[in-house]
């Protein structure tokens, strides 16, 4: 069985469309073994967009929708639209860019924020100088009522010579004149206080636009990216227009989409999908052999680095057919090993070194307590006791009775049947 060799850790951007109400303020207010058939990725630092850690397939890496290029996609001003894109297979440099899209309309974004904080600021600016201006004018109302109820003080004075009702006139307008005065005193604590929350309520509206403008200036920068490593650059697929291919420049994506990883070649991961049955066995750090369909002949040892928690459906078997997803980490660096290329592994569960083996089909077993086999001899086929270790499913380590070089027949002798 085979699958792929590659990387699935792809870029992902996702973007808000928030706009923030800018308000001006106002001035006023030998092994047994397990095979497996998988698909490889890399290992070591992360990619754009990081999923390393997941135990996925290829049939399970796209997000939702997955969607590009001609196949539509959400209208308005914030798609996603790759104007500028790396060529597949080529090394890339870490902090070189890699792709780019369309920043136009983040672009406008950033001049409106800027615009709204510039003017928010001036605003600002002006309600300061309108309370300072506005305490002046509070002062000289102050001085204006004080000056108002010493007059009437004095007037008051004269009311001996006055008639009665002059007189009452003169006290009633002191007492008006003391009550104007006392009550622009206790208001001058107000006034402060009035334009100060206005100038506050302005100032939370300058932050919230700065915010606003620092968030489009990461929005602009996060859409121009770079690789975060040296490697490989490896294109994702999607559905563009009926067709499922690479993803090329002029594609839209949608935000969450994996697109592209970046690959490094000398810490390659094998994805393996491993049958339930097997679960059992596999353990972290078990070593492992793995083959190459592009490279018959080629075996490059590997080691067990995760295991996932739960099984997947196998793909185009039944549903009751389960997968395990296994990773595996090359122990040997190749050249010759790119990302995409199909590979099997075998998974060493136990060994016993310096043993001979025996096809299971050459042992038999009856009432007696040890199997047994038919031992070439010059006088014919002769039973003989042996003791076994670790089986496979075909053969098993022959740890006493038998020396390597010894011929047993796969078949009896007298019925000509298989052993177990």
């Known amino acids: 069985m085979t699958s792929s060799l590659g990387a699935f850790r792809g870029t992902q951007n996702r973007f808000g469309d928030r706009i923030a109400a800018a308000k001006t303020a106002s001035s006023k ?8 058939s998988s698909t490889s990725t890399t290992l070591g630092a992360s990619g754009l967009g990081s999923t390393a850690g997941n135990l996925i397939t290829p049939s399970g890496t796209g997000g939702g929708g997955g969607g590009g290029g001609g196949g539509g996609g959400p209208s308005g001003d914030f798609s996603l639209v790759l104007v500028n894109l790396v060529t597949p297979g080529k090394h890339v440099k870490k902090g070189e860019v890699v792709a780019e899209f369309d ?3 983040q672009v406008n974004r950033l001049d409106d924020y800027k615009d709204s904080v510039v003017q928010l600021d001036a605003n600002i600016k002006k309600m300061k100088a309108d309370l300072s201006t506005a305490k002046e004018a509070h002062v000289q109302l102050v001085s204006s009522a004080k000056s108002d109820w010493d007059k009437a003080l004095l007037d008051l004075k004269t009311a001996e010579v006055r008639s009665a009702i002059e007189a009452e006139k003169l006290q009633l307008a002191a ?11 206790e208001e001058s604590k107000l006034v402060e206080e009035s334009q100060q929350a206005q100038i506050l309520a302005a100032e939370i509206n300058r932050d919230q636009s700065k915010i606003e403008y620092d968030r489009a200036v990461a929005n602009v920068d996060r859409m121009v990216m770079r ?3 040296d490697g490989i650059v490896v294109m994702q697929s999607i559905w563009r227009g009926g067709d499922f291919g690479q993803v090329q420049q002029g594609d839209q994506l949608w935000p969450g989409r994996g697109f592209m990883q970046i690959v490094d070649p000398s810490a390659m991961i094998l994805m393996a999908n491993l049958n339930q049955v097997d679960a059992e066995s596999i353990r972290l750090g078990q ?18 680095v995760g295991i996932a928690a739960m ?12 997968e395990l997803p296994v990773r595996l980490q090359l122990d040997d660096p190749d050249p010759r090993v790119i990302p995409d290329l199909s590979a099997s592994a075998d998974i060493s569960i136990d060994t016993e070194n310096h043993a001979p083996l025996v096809p299971l089909s050459a042992v038999f077993y009856d009432s007696g307590p040890r199997p047994f086999v038919y031992l070439q001899s010059p006088s014919g086929w002769k039973r003989h006791e042996i003791k076994l270790g670790l089986k496979t499913n075909i053969a098993g380590v022959v740890r006493s009775g038998l020396s390597a070089g010894d011929v047993v027949a796969t078949a009896h002798p007298e019925t000509g049947k298989p052993g177990s």
């Not at 207010?29 to 497996?36: A, I």
């Not at 070593?287 to 067990?304: S, W």
């Not at 196998?314 to 057919?321: L, S, V």
């Open 287 to 304: 070593k492992a052999i793995v083959r190459l369909d592009a490279y018959p002949g080629m075996q490059l040892r590997a080691h067990v």
């Open 103 to 105: 920043r136009q309309y």
């Open 175 to 185: 007492e008006e004149a003391e009550a104007h005065y006392k009550q622009l005193v």
């Open 227 to 229: 690789a975060p490593m």
């Open 29 to 36: 207010s030998g092994t047994s073994s397990s095979s497996t």
């Open 311 to 322: 099984t997947k459906p196998g793909i185009r078997r039944p549903t009751y057919m389960r």
